[in-house]
């Protein structure tokens, strides 16, 4: 079989991460970069001169030697190039977030699907080896049942002026809590401020909370004006509670043995009667690949055994519809919203 002919819409800071992936793929022929930076297309040349670059997207989208295009561009252009490359019949893999308007995103997930096109969004961590081992613990009951989680993706770093710190880094955590959380989600609230731009009113930090139809709750804090530079999951669990901490080289999860038994009807209030166990800490071994390599495979994979991906493009819309939520609450100083 043919390999699957892929170009690369977008080549800055993280679409070069996908150029290179997808070089080193032996499932597929990256054939050609677009950007409208022609110092980013000179970086791909010198690296990779074999490539066709152009700082025109329907060179690619329109080609008959490209079956799939990838779109790490600037998230407002998301729908843009993936709804050309969709309807030139072009299997698509688009980054976080799928685009910035539901409809539109609804769009792309009906025109893929009536075209029998893979569409993916690129939700990173979902293909991460400690994510695989938090759905299991959570899917087998090993930490009994989940009462709540909260994440935490705050840092000192670069500072966006085209997106807010809800919508550069949330969609990382919201996949996860989405992942794992076997219920929908209904409500969603959030509080946060701006204090680096206040003309343009983009918030640097975002305090999020999402309710789900069964009683749990999951809560995140996102920021890039922070002393500490913090990637973590803690699940609280009826049994058990653990964390997924990104930031360790390799003791990524810790599974604590710490939990509520129940009570003792003889006692005379409930706060007394319960029972609290505190055992020990264990550290999984937890296998480990680079989550792009595996995100960019996997979207190979999905195109040549014509199967769903992880990520989908409902997957993509699921995100986005508790991001424009979210956003609303941010906007009414913490008024819950419903999700759509």
Known sequence: ????????????????????????????ELMGVSDLNEKNLIRVKNQFP????????????????????????????????AKDALEHGKHCLV????????????ELVDLAKQKDLVLMVGHLLLYHGAV?????????????DMLY??????????????????????????????????SKPVRVSATGQSFLQKKNNIHDVVFFTI???????????????????????????????????DMEIREKIRIYDKGVDGWDVSYDSYAESMSIHDGDISIPKVVLTEPLKREDSHFIECIIDKKKPLTDGQNGLDVLKVLVAAQKSLDNYGKPEDIL
């Open 149 to 182: 989680l909260y994440s935490q993706r705050v840092n000192l770093g670069k500072v966006r002026s085209n997106e807010n710190a809800l919508w550069s880094f949330a969609p990382h955590d919201i996949s996860i809590m989405l992942y794992l959380i076997d």
């Open 95 to 106: 980054e976080k977030p799928i685009t910035l308007d539901i409809d539109e995103a609804q």
């Open 132 to 144: 695989d081992f938090l759905k299991k613990l959570v899917d087998e009951k090993k930490i009994g």
């Open 211 to 245: 309710y789900f139809e069964n009683g749990t709750i999951a809560t995140g804090q996102v920021s890039w004006l922070d002393p500490h530079k913090i990637r973590k999951f803690t699940i609280v669990g009826s049994e058990k509670m653990v964390t997924f901490d």
């Open 1 to 28: 079989m043919e390999k699957i002919r892929v170009a690369v819409v977008g080549s800055g800071s993280w679409g070069f991460n996908h150029v290179r992936t997808f070089y080193n793929l032996n499932t597929c």
């Open 50 to 81: 074999e490539l066709m670059t152009s700082k025109e997207y329907t060179d690619f989208t329109r080609s008959n030697d490209i079956d799939a295009i990838v779109v790490p561009s600037s998230a407002e252009t998301h729908y843009e190039i």
